[in-house]
């Protein structure tokens, strides 16, 4: 349920205006206003909300769209990072903001809001999406405190969950719940990011003493940017090569102490501080090396392997590819969280800037006293409003994305093949909306010009925050060629019985025929010719049917292409086949991004399907439509290429979209505000109402100089008066 | 001239290397090569650079190509910003950070480094390019340090050089140079960042006293963003209206004290200070309000506008307007810095991440044994080089910028047509240069994964310093309108004696006919048509002929489009004529945009025709055709809609890019030592031979282990065995 008391963030000056009576039209910006833009502050060419036939958006039902499948979980959480106790404190000092994350940390183990996904025996809820859903609103707060809480509970915590038994679970959870025990995620390594099945720590079994030694061999082997690990952690899950009886079994977890009670390094552990980071400097991260370190047997977080006391592997999972893959995968959530806090951090950025330019006036225009709202010009327009149709459907698709994580780790739904299907999600949807992140927080910052410099207005510290989120949990390039990888799978999937030949013949038609007989885009060729009229033409572009079809059809079109393309690798030699696969690496990561767009566009779809009030599904479906539309035209070139667009119909689409995008200049307050943040939340001086106050303070001292009459007379009067 | 001592930046580990003996690798490694890549540290899939007849690039003189003009200048600007006396340090606070930067404006003002643009009786050289030259290198050392340094000599001082007349220069001019009176340059208003022609502040002449008043009508009307003004200013060059006889004759600048010999506030004057900003954290930016304040008749900085002693007002400019862009325009060297220094953040961000690349390995491709060079993956070589071609571009540009704007300041070429052409050349290149130099340090960080993200290697640090270059002397979107506006009169002149059918018959031809009878496009059709062969007639995108008339093409028809919709806005009432330019406006940017790329790629095209050493020459021409050929191809569809390429030749152009990628990776290191920076200003450890050793010491390990035969048998060849 959507808890109206606390929406939504006022648009408009409130208090200290009504307190000030420098002017008359201050009684109106006054007035709250929660369905419509102010009229008072949004003056400007395109006017729609003022026409009493134009639709308007239900606030109430479409913020509880927005707030997805665990609506409660999130307003709980929002109650909770409203807390001042919970916020980061700009400028403090590496030192003063760790410290006061280490505090916030307590107050999050102590109130339970971050242990959902718990076991409910040890005093969880075994809630897995409710989890990740409330975590990823601390990103509103601080997110340091998101990602040092995301180390402790998501990482360190969620490893020894579900990749321990429950012997680890009894032994170890309690402690680590309530932080009795901060642990480092000892996975990544200097010399191998996103490599994890080629990290360099071992740990080999000693019979003798039934102890596995985890060791460090070379520089590149030290664990880095670890979570917890330059100052708090006295224990670590360590990733390592099992090695027993002379074989390498691959990567394993290993619970492992690495500091006592006064906070020294444990015997053969050492480390370093990774000091100042571009942002996250509320968290320690530092760097782990260990140097034949004892840890008993039973340290093995055994549920996918273990080793006998006499060094015997076994293991459920016969292939070890397999095996690493079910292992990294039940750390999916990590990613998941990610998605959803880089989608919240999207919404605070666009609800401020979009909030301030609908205040902020720049430049005369159309009238000789009165200045433009800078919302109301075109640029802006195309800077803000098709940014905030992608964070729709970014919020749309993660709410899918964590429906699918909670079915898998509930149980619900948790085949091999829905396991691949949720790291395929994951791996899609993280890049796009993590990227999205970083490109609407610096789009907004620039937006607001120089006060969204200023740090008390927020865009800058989230963007810094958010900047390694693109890079981290999967770097997003690797994750994406991952996606790619599935796609050309499931492409041969389709031809495993096909001979080459047949595969020729289905390449050529996707890549040329297809386009003029694929159901939507005949449609299209139809209403050109049957109709000659440009109007209706243009229309069917907003058809759903077509817009599927345009960007279902550029994913199709480019796997296929290069699955032809690297048909031959498989008989070539190594090094070949690897330079064959290089030279098609960057046009698959493009097609991975491109099935990731799909998949938004397809939640965002089924968004408006559900959506009941006739006014609300209809800016919706405009803003669909700018999502799907804004894809299309930043590939054109690719339909114009394949012949999937004629050069008329494309110009058409930019022609179509400038009209979408004057359409929502009037709905663009209501789309922010549904998203449901408070001025608690978004803590951003330029979008509290004080810049509608200063504009109306300004406008109120000239009119008053016009109307008395002591105006100076401009130079340039006098000399036309001459 | 170049110093050669003075460069590479080590591209292999040398000292730490040579001191280690841990692989027989590190012996090659450590030997510096100059003129090709180290083959020890690059192999990968692409290597051209082992064939004896692949072109080499001649350092030395590539090097000096890059210096540009002032050569010298910015040598000695890199000796003294290689000092660590005016070096940044990372995780100062911000009170530390001041502090720090105040010491060093000190060491720079006793040096008289900064001070080449005053006049030489006062100690200055009157070198007014030099002095832009030797300011943009300080962005190395910190850009705090840059723009506080600006701030004082480039915008006060120079204020006062270039708005007051010899009184000022003889009164004000030698405390400013030497730091004895710090100022801020208060014209920019928390209402009015880019519009400074409306700004609030007035100045109303008494001529009882014979005094102004300064003075701040509303809040809107504050000064904001003042470097200077929070603490170390203690005057400042204040714009207002200048209203005498009770006529307001627009914006002046008036001399201001505002704090006495204690550092407070003079009587009437308030401020604040910004605090904590996104970045530049070593400026004390601060608002300040004037309420009645008086100052003598002869703080106006009278050299454009001047008020007799009875409050006439006389000016050398009788138009109003063109007096404000006069005043304004002698202010122009702000944005040929920004341009400058924001080429050189590229220059270090894509060093640092390209002498990474080509160290760092991750994931076996190729070889069983053997991790691949990140540089030699596609998709990496696709995310670095373009924005190193760009980078060229925009160096090149920089250069004859700077020319340009020093035969204006000198005298030797000063009418008004080159003070607008210089005008527009910056509001051309500084948006499209501070743009790229954000986009260029976030890929260069994302590129550097993990390690881009520690402060230590500088790279989130740059751009957190950077980013307000996007906005500030100028925001970037408000300039390229200007550039817009400038070609939209030069091409109305065009036709200023036609009737309208004349325009309209242009338009259309513009936009249609000529694509297919211009000299570039018809060689293009005819090698088509006339060989048959696409080797051939891909061969023709790289004619710099061909290149010229595609870019070109774009700018004019994207104007005359636009110039022919807006034709009816002359006849139409103020309010829809402002409709109609809105509804432009995208498009007028855009148009903006793609003349300042034209404008790099002129310059770049021009270093390339002086370039004389064959193997530079090629490598260069590569790189040219590379940013060349990438605007084509980022810009295709419009090149499909507008019918000046074929699908198939729009196809040819991404496959022509992959192969100059390719054909430059060799050469990668080369270009980026060419920018001559050493790890003196580089200062990132990944760049510094740390990842090649690290890697050495790795692969040697599992060599070692091999060789020895007591590497753990892998648990698939034990299956395999089976």
Redesign the interface.
């Given at each position: 349920m959507v808890d109206t008391a606390q929406r939504p963030a006022p648009r408009s000056p409130q208090k200290s205006a009504a307190a000030s009576a420098t002017s008359e039209t201050e009684k109106t910006a006054a007035t709250p206003t929660t369905t419509a833009v102010d009229p008072s502050v949004n003056t400007g060419?395109i006017k729609i909300a003022g026409d009493p036939t134009a639709p308007r958006v239900d606030l109430e039902q479409l913020g509880r769209a927005l707030l997805g499948t665990w609506a409660d979980v999130r307003l709980a959480a929002r109650k909770l990072t409203a807390q001042p106790e919970l916020q980061r404190i700009?400028?403090q000092?590496?030192a003063e903001h760790r410290a006061r994350v280490r505090e916030q940390m307590q107050i999050l183990a102590d109130n339970g809001h971050v242990l959902r996904a718990f076991p409910t025996s040890l005093g969880g809820h075994d809630d897995h999406g409710g989890n990740i859903a409330g975590f990823e609103e601390l990103v509103t707060a601080d997110p340091s405190l998101q990602i040092k809480g995301g180390v402790q509970w998501g990482l360190f915590g969620a490893a020894v969950l579900h990749l321990g038994t429950q012997k680890h679970h009894d032994a170890l959870l309690p402690d680590i719940m309530s932080l009795k025990v901060p642990g480092a995620f000892a996975m990544?390594e200097?010399?191998?990011?996103?490599?994890v099945a080629?990290i360099?720590t071992t740990a080999t079994y000693d019979p003798e003493t039934e102890e596995f030694v985890i060791h460090t061999?070379?520089?590149?082997?030290w664990k880095?940017?670890l979570g917890n690990a330059a100052n708090d952690g006295i224990a670590a899950v360590v990733f390592a090569?099992l090695?027993t009886q002379?074989?390498?079994?691959?990567v394993h977890a290993f619970y492992t102490p690495i500091r006592d009670e006064n906070g020294d390094f444990l015997p053969g552990i050492g480390g370093e501080d990774?000091?100042?980071?571009?942002?996250l400097n509320g968290i320690d991260n530092g760097r782990l090396h260990f140097t034949n370190v004892r840890i008993p047997r039973e340290n093995l977080l055994n549920r996918y392997g273990d080793v006998a006391f006499d060094g015997t592997?076994t293991s459920s999972i016969g292939s070890?590819?397999r095996r690493f893959f079910t292992m990294l995968g039940t750390l999916v959530q990590g990613r998941v969280s990610l998605d959803g806090s880089a989608v919240a951090a999207s919404a605070l950025g666009l609800t401020i800037a979009i909030t301030y330019a609908g205040q902020r006036?720049?430049?005369?225009?159309?009238?000789?006293t009165d200045?433009?709202v800078i919302l109301?010009?075109?640029?802006h327009q195309?800077?803000l409003l098709p940014r905030l149709a992608t964070t729709y459907a970014a919020t749309f698709a993660h709410d899918e994305f964590l429906v699918k994580f909670d079915e898998v780790f509930s149980g619900k739904a948790d085949t091999d093949d829905d396991r691949q299907d949720l790291e395929t999600l994951a791996a899609a949807l993280k890049p796009l909306s993590t990227w999205h992140a970083?490109d609407t927080l610096?789009e907004a910052?620039?937006a607001c010009?120089?006060?969204?410099?200023?740090?008390?207005n927020r865009?800058?510290?989230l963007?810094?925050d958010l900047?390694?989120y693109?890079?981290?949990e999967g770097?997003?390039?690797v994750l994406l060629?991952l996606v790619a990888k599935r796609l050309l799978t499931d492409y041969s999937k389709q031809f495993a019985k096909a001979d080459a030949g047949a595969l020729a013949r289905y390449v050529v038609k996707t890549a040329a025929d297809r386009a003029y007989n694929g159901t939507g885009l005949h449609r299209l060729t139809q209403n050109v010719v049957d109709l000659g009229s440009t109007a209706r033409s243009v229309g069917a572009l907003r058809e759903t049917a077509l817009q599927r079809e345009l960007l279902t059809d550029r994913v199709e079109s480019m796997i296929a292409t290069a699955a032809g393309v690297l048909r031959p690798a498989s008989k070539l030699p190594?090094?070949?086949?690897?330079?064959l696969?290089?030279?098609?690496?960057?046009e698959l990561?493009e097609a991975a991004r491109a099935h990731g767009e799909l998949l938004q566009w397809e939640a965002f779809t089924r968004a408006v399907d559900s959506t009941t009030d006739a006014g609300t599904k209809q800016v919706l479906t405009w803003l669909r439509d700018l999502f799907g539309l804004g894809l299309i035209?930043k590939h054109?070139?690719w339909y114009?290429?394949?012949?999937r667009l004629s050069?008329q119909r494309?110009?058409a689409i930019t022609a179509y979209i400038?009209r979408l995008i004057a359409r929502i200049r009037p709905h663009a307050q209501d789309l922010v505000d549904a998203f449901g943040y408070t001025q608690d939340h978004l803590r951003a001086p330029i979008s509290s109402g004080a810049e509608a106050e200063?504009?109306a303070?300004?406008r109120a001292?000239y009119r008053d100089q016009r109307a008395s009459g002591t105006a100076?007379?401009?130079?340039?009067a006098?000399?036309k008066h001459k």
């Open positions: 060419p700009e400028g000092s590496m990544t200097i010399g191998h990011g996103s490599d080629s360099g061999p070379f520089k590149a082997a880095e940017y090569q090695i002379g074989v390498n079994h691959g990774d000091g100042l980071k571009g942002g592997y070890p590819g006036r720049q430049f005369t225009a159309g009238s000789d200045e433009e109301d010009y075109q640029r195309r800077r970083l610096q910052r620039e010009g120089g006060a969204g410099f200023i740090a008390a865009l800058v510290g963007r810094a900047d390694v693109a890079t981290f770097d997003n390039n060629q190594k090094k070949q086949a690897a330079d696969f290089n030279s098609q690496q960057n990561i035209e054109l070139s114009l290429i394949n012949g050069a494309a110009a400038d200063r504009q303070e300004a001292y100076p007379i401009d130079e340039k006098t000399k």
